[in-house]
């Protein structure tokens, strides 16, 4: 599977953080696409592409870089892209601040919300 790590959002040095970090830059890349420093694609399953959205959640955090989130493409789930949290809502997906699970509208995450104040 391919994925395609979209860091077209970031100013360069939260680019050079992630791409110079030596357990993203060791991932398999997919050399069939230009080398692109805003796009990266990975030759990798899908149980590693969960593990790469962690592994660039975790590079922000020891960056001590806060207002990015790390989401999945709700149409292509090929692609994971890392935004300003300010610039989600812009491009139709909605965070729970709770758990952080997108969602497609405001109307679905407010449902979602709910249900963390049941318990």
């Given at each position: 599977m391919v994925v395609k790590v979209d860091l077209s959002h970031l100013p360069l040095n939260l680019k050079l953080a992630i791409l110079n970090n030596q357990e993203f830059s060791s991932l398999p890349r997919d050399d069939r696409f230009d080398k692109d420093v805003d796009v990266v694609f990975l030759d990798v399953s899908q149980e590693v592409?969960?593990?790469?959205?962690?592994?660039?959640?975790?590079?922000?955090?020891?960056?001590?870089?806060?207002?990015?989130?790390?989401?999945?493409?709700?149409?292509?789930?090929?692609?994971?892209?890392?935004?300003?949290?300010?610039?989600?809502?812009?491009?139709?997906?909605?965070?729970?601040?709770?758990?952080?699970?997108?969602?497609?509208?405001?109307?679905q995450m407010m449902i979602h919300q709910r249900m963390h104040y049941i318990f």
């Open positions: 592409k969960e593990k790469v959205m962690t592994m660039v959640e975790n590079i922000l955090s020891m960056s001590n870089i806060e207002e990015y989130s790390v989401v999945e493409n709700m149409i292509d789930q090929s692609e994971i892209a890392v935004l300003k949290s300010g610039d989600i809502e812009e491009l139709g997906i909605f965070i729970c601040a709770h758990c952080g699970a997108p969602f497609q509208n405001r109307e």
